[in-house]
């Protein structure tokens, strides 16, 4: 908001090509969840929101932009519209404090009895285009390109890989203060060539 205040002309339909950093996290098993309220979307909701409150914090707190949320799956991104320097070591953190956090969260909701929630998450850095998009009528503040996209696959993979946190290779280069596992190689759809993916368990 302050950067709007000084330069209202940002407020307009364009945008920027940017190195950024980019995280999908989504519930997995949500299907058998939802089914646990039939009759109760009130109570569906509710879990959701307590949930992404509280990913959404950890997020905000590591100096990370929520570009949306698509149901029970959050997308952020960091170094725009501010410039963050450290984004890719930002967006491992993140992801290392939402797994821990998820853990006291699932604390309660057992105790509550409550079902309890896995996530997956996806993290990869590369080049895109921010800024806002949309209509004349009516746009948003948002990414788009490929390394966006193989963010998302990323994500998709971390079931099949047997892994919560699943990170792409031009983020492992740069956010090296942390210990990396190879996870090997993966064929995402729309490339050629195999990609390279790691994990972190810890800090």
Same mark, same amino acid.
């Given at each position: 908001?302050?950067? +709007?205040?000084?330069?209202? *002309? =940002?407020?307009? &339909?364009?945008? $920027?090509?940017? %190195? ?6 989504? @519930? ?67 992801? +290392?404090?939402?797994?821990? *956090? =998820?853990?006291? &969260?699932?604390? $309660?909701?057992? %105790? ?6 896995? @996530? ?72 050629? *060539? ?10």
């Amino acid at each position: 908001m302050e950067k +709007l205040q000084k330069n209202p *002309e =940002l407020l307009k &339909l364009g945008g $920027e090509t940017r %190195t950024l950093t980019f995280m999908f996290s989504d @519930i997995r098993g949500f299907t058998p969840i939802s089914e646990k309220y039939k009759g109760n979307p009130e109570g569906l909701t509710k879990l959701i929101n307590r949930f992404l409150t509280r990913m959404t914090n950890i997020v905000i707190n590591n100096n990370g932009t929520i570009d949306k949320y698509m149901g029970d799956c959050i997308m952020a991104f960091w170094n725009a519209p501010l410039d963050v320097a450290n984004h890719a070591e930002l967006a491992v953190k993140t992801a +290392l404090e939402m797994q821990a *956090e =998820l853990k006291l &969260l699932n604390q $309660e909701l057992s %105790t509550e009895g409550l079902p309890t929630i896995n @996530i997956g998450i996806g993290i990869n850095t590369g080049e895109a285009l921010v800024g806002n998009m949309g209509s004349e009528q009516r746009f948003d503040y948002r990414v788009i390109g490929d390394d966006v996209n193989l963010a998302s696959r990323l994500e998709s993979s971390s079931k099949e890989l047997g892994s919560t946190l699943v990170i792409g290779e031009k983020t492992k280069v740069l956010a090296k203060d942390f210990n990396y596992e190879s996870l090997g190689t993966i064929k995402v759809k729309g490339k050629t *060539e195999n990609i390279n993916v790691f994990t972190v368990n810890s800090f």
